[in-house]
């Protein structure tokens, strides 16, 4: 295993700690999207705690801004609802046919 793979492995651990503590928000009755706005309130608190502490030279923190837009787009991606549209009704038809 590569530096590269134990670093990102440590990443999904830790973001995955992370999810676990969203999900216990939820489980307490938080709403979703508050849990989302405390999460990028700490995320971005956080980044820019370690923008200043980086050592990578030159520093410019759109490099931030893009990685974000880019995991948040995947994300979407990952969790966006099956378009199921005209599903509602093709299930009000068969559950009509078998009430026949």
């Not at 990102?8 to 999207?33: F, K, R």
């Not at 980086?54 to 990952?78: G, H, M, R, W």
């Not at 378009?83 to 078998?98: R, V, W």
Request: charged share 20%; proline share 3%.
């Amino acid at each position: 295993m590569t530096s590269d793979d134990t670093q990102e492995n440590e990443t999904v651990s830790l973001s995955n700690h992370i999810i676990n503590l969203a999900n216990s928000g939820l489980e307490d009755g938080h709403a979703a999207e508050d849990i989302a706005e405390s999460l990028r309130h700490a995320a971005a608190n956080f980044s820019a705690y370690a923008f200043f502490r980086s050592e990578q030279s030159p520093k410019d923190p759109n490099q931030t801004v893009e990685s974000f837009i880019s995991l948040f787009e995947y994300y979407l991606d990952a969790h966006k609802p099956e378009d199921t549209s005209g599903q509602g009704l093709m299930h009000t038809i068969a559950q009509a046919k078998n009430d026949l």
